[in-house]
């Protein structure tokens, strides 16, 4: 059986780390792809070099050229550019969306039976703009954010409680910005919910509160200690486990942005929710039931995503 083929357009921070995960996991032979010359073919030269040692068998190669997107069963979007201190992800929209356009353009070409996951920000934008341009099924364009967010929350909560991050689910769904919604309900420590964990004394309301709210803002708490970039061991390490579910049709239930068409009252727009990631692709949207405090949170959030789609359907570029 051939291996599978990786591509990662996008060789930087986040891009790299895509490339050691996928080759230590053996997903399949990667390739990086970017707009810098010589970075991704110095990045994956390094990355092989490293397989010796860690014992992969991912054959690594890194180009300028789009045309090696070629035969790829997964693309991974990180082309763009990331956010300084003081910077919201909004503010990258307008050069971020040219950049899509030509990404897609040139997925849609040489890779037309690829699964796409975005992470460039402004993620649910971004993503509804690649599947504008790829024309994509739905199903087979998807944008990485819920993963991560829902990590980030799982962390907290294991460091609060002294527990296993293993034992700790927990998942925030709708828009990737400050809108966000973590759902305490749904978030559990071996099944216990948040809630109850609270009557029992694990944790006070006003500290849990603390935690939604540093989950809300833990890309900028990174963004404020690098001072050059954002977040991208955990953007990475989400996208791997995306694409892994994918490749491997594991059929996990992962929070992602996907193309709504009604769920959740919600149509035409790209948000995040809990899916079924298998051999298809998005094979399923997970309809929870929210109560009205989650589904006001929910719909200022899609309304947030909605505005930014405005303004990019106002650039008229795609
Ligand atoms: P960075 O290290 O700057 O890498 C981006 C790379 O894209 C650079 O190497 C650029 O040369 C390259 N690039 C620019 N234009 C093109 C193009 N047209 N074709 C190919 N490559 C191009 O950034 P990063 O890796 O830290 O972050 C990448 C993106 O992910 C940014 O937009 C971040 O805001 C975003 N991000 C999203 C999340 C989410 O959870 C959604 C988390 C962290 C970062």
Not at 67 to 72: Q, R, S, V, W
Not at 253 to 259: E, I, K, M, S
Request: charged share 25%; aromatic share 6%; proline share 4%.
């Amino acid at each position: 059986m051939a291996r599978k083929k990786i591509a990662l357009v996008g060789a930087g921070q986040i891009g790299g780390t895509l490339a050691l995960l996928a080759g230590m996991k053996e997903l399949g032979d990667v390739t990086l792809i970017d707009v810098a010359e010589g970075v991704p073919q110095g990045k994956a030269l390094d990355l092989v070099e490293a397989s010796p040692v860690e014992g992969f068998d991912s054959h690594l190669t890194g180009s300028n050229d789009y045309a090696e997107l070629k035969g790829a069963d997964v693309v991974i979007v990180t082309a763009g550019i990331p956010r300084k201190p003081g910077m919201s992800r909004d503010d990258l929209i307008g050069t971020n969306t040219g950049i899509i356009k030509t990404v897609g353009e040139a997925i849609a070409k040489h890779a037309p039976n690829a699964f796409v996951i975005v992470i460039t920000n402004p993620l649910d934008v971004m993503v509804w703009v690649m599947r504008e341009v790829t024309k994509f099924p739905a199903e087979r364009v998807v944008g990485m954010a819920g993963v991560l967010d829902s990590a980030r929350f799982r962390w907290f909560l294991a460091e609060a409680f002294g527990v296993s991050v293993e034992d700790v689910t927990a998942f925030v769904m709708g828009g990737h910005g400050d809108t966000m919604v973590p759902l305490v309900r749904y978030s559990t420590v071996a099944g216990i919910p948040l809630p109850d964990l609270v009557k029992m004394g694990w944790v006070s309301q006003e500290k849990l509160d603390q935690i939604v709210q540093r989950t809300r803002d833990g890309g900028a708490e990174i963004v404020k200690l690098l001072k050059t970039g954002s977040a991208f061991y955990a953007p990475a390490a989400s996208a791997i486990a995306m694409a892994e579910s994918y490749l491997k049709d594991k059929k996990r239930v992962l929070p992602c942005a996907a193309l709504l068409t009604g769920q959740y009252g919600v149509k035409d727009t790209y948000v995040g929710v809990p899916v079924v990631i298998g051999a298809k692709g998005v094979e399923k949207i997970i309809e929870i039931e929210l109560n009205a405090e989650e589904k006001g949170m929910f719909d200022k959030s899609v309304g947030a995503v909605k505005e930014l789609v405005d303004v990019v359907k106002k650039m008229n570029v795609i």
